[in-house]
């Protein structure tokens, strides 16, 4: 039997109890603090590349870790996995937009313009939120 076709339609099917699992108190999704729903992203990827597109940064560091515990021992990486969670949690506000200058000289690409720098201007940007109601949400008090 020929179920080629059967198999693609069963995993591009997302079930009915997974479509808003982001759901507020009232079983509803919260358009304001999470932004729109989108099916998509949550479906299974399509292509084995996609994956591992998704995944390259994680590869890479996992991969440059290695090396550099091989050439110059266990305290190399794990000094570079101490910087990059120290410079991590110094944030901005919620509301502003961080660039987060630091962790991208850590990492080496404050040199490299990809086009999130020139695609990603903050003015641009649609999640500006009333910076009272953000503040309340990252603190716990709504």
């Known amino acids: 039997m020929y179920t080629r076709g059967l198999k693609s339609q069963l995993k ?30 949550e479906l299974m990827p399509s292509h084995p590349l996609e994956v591992m597109e998704n995944n390259f940064q994680l590869n890479q560091n996992k ?7 091989n050439i110059q021992g266990l305290h190399a990486p794990l000094k570079l996995q101490m910087e990059y969670r120290a410079v991590k949690q110094a944030q901005r506000l919620p509301f502003l937009i961080s660039s987060n ?8 690409n404050d040199e490299c313009i990809g086009f999130e720098d020139i695609l990603n201007d903050p003015a641009q940007s ?5 910076p009272h109601l953000m503040m309340e949400y990252k603190l716990g008090l709504m």
């Open 63 to 69: 991969m440059n870790f290695a090396t550099l515990r």
């Open 12 to 41: 591009d099917s997302v079930p009915v109890g997974e479509l808003a699992p982001h759901a507020g108190p009232y079983g509803v999704h919260d358009t304001l603090r999470r932004g729109f729903s989108n099916v998509k992203s």
């Open 101 to 108: 200058i630091a962790l991208e000289t850590l990492q080496g």
């Open 126 to 130: 649609e999640v500006m939120g009333e």
